[in-house]
């Protein structure tokens, strides 16, 4: 495998269900982050983990989850969530979580919520 | 806040060119370009930096006006392999997350 990968890339999920989103990098990279993408709307960055630690969240709503269990995976755990809450799930990694630094993107999972 | 990207979509043939541009009410540090393809993932296009450095891809262009905070992607004699979503990133303030426009559709027919 290369680069960034995203399991599963289709999900639905029902709105008292629990699932995970998983994303793995092959770059050596030490940040990581989540973005949501809505039809017709700006790339929305959810959370970044720079070296496991998390230094953003951009308030999300607690029922959106992330796990970093090192600089290679990242997780993103979710419960209870809303009809609105559709979208494609994108995962990204970069050298640094500093400036200037090019973002390389997995391919995303497509979340419905019924 | 989010860049403004002009304009929301464009449609050309083989062999014609399109002005791409990304618009900011914040002093910039940089401009990021990404261009994703129907179904798959945003890849990275290039980088401007305030000062001038440019860092990116050989056949599409861009620039950056640090007086109107304003970049403008190039493409000339566009290609069917252009066809896809831009989507311009920018980094301003003391943090270092990129704020993405709501992107240009492109579509190049033969």
């Known amino acids: 495998e290369t680069g960034v990968t995203q399991t599963p890339r289709h999900l639905v999920m029902g709105m008292t269900n629990k699932k995970s989103l998983k994303c793995e990098q092959h770059?050596?990279?030490?940040?990581m982050y989540w973005y949501k993408q809505s039809a017709k709307k700006p790339l929305e960055l959810m959370f970044v983990?720079?070296?496991?630690?998390?230094?953003e969240n951009n308030s999300v709503p607690s029922r959106f989850s992330p796990e970093c269990p090192n600089s290679s995976h990242l997780f993103l755990h979710l419960h209870t969530l809303q009809p609105e809450d559709s979208a494609l799930y994108l995962c990204?990694?970069?050298?640094?979580?500093?400036?200037?630094?090019?973002?390389?993107f997995g391919p995303g999972t497509r979340l419905t919520v019924l | 806040q989010q860049p403004v990207q002009s304009p929301q979509a464009v449609i050309l043939r083989e062999g014609e060119d399109a002005v791409i541009n990304c618009s900011s009410s914040?002093?910039?540090?940089?401009v990021h370009w990404y261009r994703q393809k129907h179904g798959e993932a945003p890849v990275f296009l290039m980088i401007?930096?305030?000062?001038?450095e440019q860092k990116g891809h050989e056949k599409i262009s861009a620039s950056f006006n640090e007086k109107k905070q304003q970049s403008s992607l190039y493409l000339t004699a566009s290609q069917l392999s252009y066809s896809g979503t831009y989507f311009c990133?920018?980094?301003?303030?003391?943090?270092?997350?990129?704020?993405f426009g709501a992107g240009t559709t492109v579509t190049v027919r033969a």
């Open positions: 770059l050596g990279h030490n940040a």
């Open positions: 401007l930096l305030k000062g001038g």
């Open positions: 983990y720079s070296l496991e630690e998390r230094v």
């Open positions: 990133g920018t980094e301003w303030g003391n943090d270092y997350k990129l704020s």
């Open positions: 990204a990694s970069s050298p640094t979580s500093g400036r200037h630094n090019e973002q390389f």
């Open positions: 914040k002093a910039l540090y940089s």
